[in-house]
C-alpha cells in the first residue's frame, strides 16, 4: 500500500519536473520598450477617441408646456428638445410605473426611446418637488418637473 502512494507521489513530481520548463514558457510575457519621450507624446486630443464628437442630449416634455432652450458650457455637448405625444395607455401605465418606483418607471420610460442618445424625460407631474433629476439604467433620466432651467 505505501509503495503505490509512493508511486503515484512520484508520478506527480516527475510530471511536474518535466511540465514546469514548459508551463514556464507559455506564461511569459513579451515586453516592449516604451520609452518616456514617446510616452510623454502621447496625447488625448490627438488620439482616435479624443475627436470632436458631439454628445447629444434629448430633453422630451411630456406636457404642451415647452421647456427653454439649454445651451452647454461644454463645446461637445448639444441639447434638442422635443415634445412627446403619449396616447391613453402609455400615459396610464406611466402613471403607473411612476407611482409603484424608481425601477417600474425606468423601464416604462424605456419603451419610448428607439434611439442610441441619451434622452432626459420631463413628465410635468402635479406634486413635482424638488428639482431632482433620476439617472435610469437604459441611457435616460427623468424629472417630475416640467422644465429645466439650466443644462450641464
Known amino acids: 500500500m505505501a509503495g503505490t502512494r509512493l508511486q503515484i507521489v512520484g508520478a506527480f513530481v516527475l510530471f511536474a519536473l518535466l511540465?514546469?520548463?514548459m508551463a514556464w514558457?507559455?506564461?511569459?510575457v513579451e515586453r516592449v520598450d516604451l520609452p518616456v519621450s514617446r510616452i510623454q507624446q502621447l496625447s488625448w486630443t490627438t488620439s482616435r477617441f479624443g475627436g470632436a464628437d458631439k454628445f447629444h442630449v434629448d430633453i422630451v416634455t411630456l406636457?404642451?408646456?415647452?421647456?427653454?432652450?439649454l445651451s452647454s458650457r461644454a463645446s461637445n455637448v448639444a441639447y434638442s428638445t422635443q415634445h412627446l405625444e403619449l396616447t391613453a395607455e402609455q400615459k396610464k401605465t406611466l402613471k403607473a410605473a411612476v407611482a409603484t418606483g424608481l425601477q417600474a418607471t425606468d423601464d416604462?420610460?424605456?419603451t419610448l426611446t428607439t434611439h442610441k442618445q441619451f434622452t432626459v424625460f420631463l413628465l410635468c407631474e402635479e406634486q413635482a418637488s424638488a428639482p431632482?433629476?433620476?439617472v435610469g439604467k437604459h441611457r435616460h433620466a427623468w424629472s417630475s418637473q416640467?422644465?429645466?432651467e439650466e443644462g450641464d
Not at 25 to 28: D, E, G, I, K, R
Not at 63 to 69: M, P, V
Request: aromatic share 0%; with cysteine.
Open 19 to 21: 511540465a514546469a520548463p
Open 25 to 28: 514558457h507559455l506564461t511569459q
Open 63 to 69: 406636457s404642451s408646456r415647452s421647456s427653454a432652450t
Open 108 to 110: 416604462a420610460l424605456k
Open 132 to 134: 431632482v433629476l433620476t
Open 146 to 148: 416640467c422644465q429645466v
